[in-house]
């Protein structure tokens, strides 16, 4: 009995000192583990709450320590004034201008308080802010004893931003009219240059005479080495600008040739004026499409479509959808067959290889001669693409919902701007490119792939067949928009696209330097037509 005794009292001994050692030891650990985070609680968190609560709160805004108090009398006031505003809105709405100019004069005054003490730098008092925190408040109970309650105040605002959105809606709408109509006057001192100028070239028949002969007998009209540029216009100032900034910023101005294009109209007055005017040397060609022999309807099926009556119709009036045709749409530069003669260039000029077309609404202030050295790597046209920035796709222009664009076209693809253009004459031909001009015209005679202008054809026509250049040889939007001066500063060529013509009184102020500088305002005839 004495064994089992002992034996059964030695195994407790020894259990009671394992247990103890264990509870010591994770005593120990506890009081470290509490020591160790009492060390780092104080190093973190108060860190973190001054960098990214306070600081960052405090930097973007004019928030100051007082605001920030759960007491601050400053923003109480912020907070009803807020509330107060959108009362005001709701109460003129609903007629109550009595209550509305109560709660405006109680505005000002709390205004005036903040004002007080952000000019003396002293937090407002409860004491000094009391009587006006207090008026506030009766005005706001009085407003929804009004039932000017939340949901009333969310009816109303949108009721208003409604209406607010309809007149912005109806402002643009006319101001896009007026913008239009605007953008298709002629200046009257643009009409008195071409009237004077017109009776000019009727009178001198030696003028007439000299410019014939020196015509007929000027060999590098067709001369395939030199640098040959066109324009489609009845502009004859937007002309001269370009013609004479492309020849002051020419370093071989000798080799450039002009061939302008114009109507019967402007024909004597284009010829006058590039006759009695020095271009540094340029040679300035003046030919009129009514004298093109192959010009006629049976050819062309734009000329078809522009001497139809429903056409004129659509265009000027937009009778046949009561009266809903846009405005733009209605523009006479439209049935202007100078506006469609792009597409029939190598028929205009036969002998010639490469040709740069030009827009009469740019300014040139490079050397354009690397034009005619680019690879166009087999391609017809030459041409910035415009879906770098302003994302111009090919779906912006046609009717996707025809099976035969959906078809033909990816709607994704670059589209491009005329304006600047460098065409290939003789892959124009190999291509039947004009060929190509005319399936289209014909397949949109009801108007159901594009609604207007030279451009949709145009991307239509050269599917495929167009070279992108390099972005600074053509910069758009000086017409209509904001373009960045480091873009205005490399281009080659600027072009004033869009209403806002720099001859106009539309025209952005800004950007009309840039073309006022190539306009010789000094000229007798300039002055006697009130140019300025």
Not at 155 to 162: A, C, H, P, R, W
Request: net charge positive.
């Amino acid at each position: 009995m004495r064994r089992r005794a002992a034996e059964f009292r030695r195994p407790v001994r020894r259990r009671f000192s394992t247990l103890f050692w264990f509870t010591l030891c994770g005593i120990a650990a506890l009081i470290l583990i509490v020591v160790l985070s009492k060390e780092s609680a104080p190093a973190t968190r108060p860190a973190f709450n001054k960098r990214y609560g306070h600081e960052r709160i405090t930097e973007g805004f004019n928030v100051t320590e007082e605001m920030l108090s759960p007491d601050s009398v400053s923003r109480q006031l912020n907070d009803q004034i807020s509330l107060a505003k959108s009362f005001v809105v709701i109460a003129k709405e609903s007629g109550n201008h009595q209550f509305a100019w109560e709660l405006s004069a109680q505005i000002r005054n709390s205004q005036i308080l903040l004002s007080n003490a952000a000019t003396r730098r002293v937090p407002l008092t409860t004491r000094e802010s009391e009587t006006t925190i207090r008026d506030m408040a009766l005005l706001l109970v009085q407003a929804r004893h009004l039932h000017y309650d939340s949901s009333t105040m969310i009816m109303k605002l949108k009721s208003k931003i409604q209406t607010l959105e309809e007149q912005v809606g109806s402002v643009s709408e006319k101001s896009s009219k007026y913008g239009q109509i605007a953008a298709e006057e002629v200046p009257k001192s643009l009409y008195c240059l071409g009237v004077r100028l017109t009776s000019e070239w009727f009178k001198n028949r030696n003028m007439q005479k000299k410019l014939s002969e020196k015509m007929k007998a000027d060999a590098k009209l067709k001369d395939n080495s030199l640098y040959h540029f066109c324009v489609f216009s009845d502009n004859i100032l937007a002309s001269s600008v370009v013609v004479n900034s492309t020849a002051l910023n020419s370093e071989n101005p000798e080799m450039v040739i002009f061939h302008l294009v114009t109507d019967e109209v402007n024909y004597g007055a284009m010829k006058a004026w590039f006759s009695l005017n020095s271009f540094r040397g340029v040679t300035v060609e003046v030919q009129k499409f009514e004298d093109f022999t192959w010009l006629n309807a049976s050819y062309v099926p734009v000329l078809k479509q522009l001497q139809d009556s429903e056409t004129k119709s659509y265009y000027f009036s937009g009778n046949n959808d009561g009266g809903k045709t846009p405005i733009k749409f209605r523009n006479p530069k439209y049935l202007s067959m100078l506006n469609h003669l792009r597409f029939y260039i190598p028929e205009v000029f036969p002998a010639l290889k490469k040709v740069v077309f030009l827009d009469d609404d740019v300014v040139v202030q490079k050397d354009l001669s690397g034009l005619f050295t680019l690879d166009l790597n087999g391609n017809v046209n030459g041409a910035v693409e415009t879906c770098m920035e302003t994302f111009h796709r090919y779906h912006k222009y046609l009717n996707y919902s025809h099976p035969l664009i959906r078809s033909h076209f990816d709607p994704d693809a670059c589209g491009w701007a005329f304006g600047m253009n460098v065409f290939d004459l003789v892959q124009w031909r190999k291509s039947n490119v004009t060929g190509i001009y005319h399936y289209w015209q014909e397949k949109n005679l009801n108007r159901s792939l594009w609604k207007l202008g030279t451009l949709p054809p145009g991307l239509l026509t050269f599917y495929g067949l167009t070279e992108p250049l390099d972005p600074s040889w053509h910069v758009l939007g000086l017409g209509y928009t904001n373009v960045s001066p480091q873009l205005i500063e490399r281009g080659a060529v600027l072009h004033f696209n869009g209403n806002s013509k720099p001859w106009l009184k539309i025209g952005i102020d800004k950007y009309k330097p840039i073309w006022d500088k190539y306009v010789d305002y000094s000229h007798p005839l300039m002055q006697q037509c009130n140019f300025h």
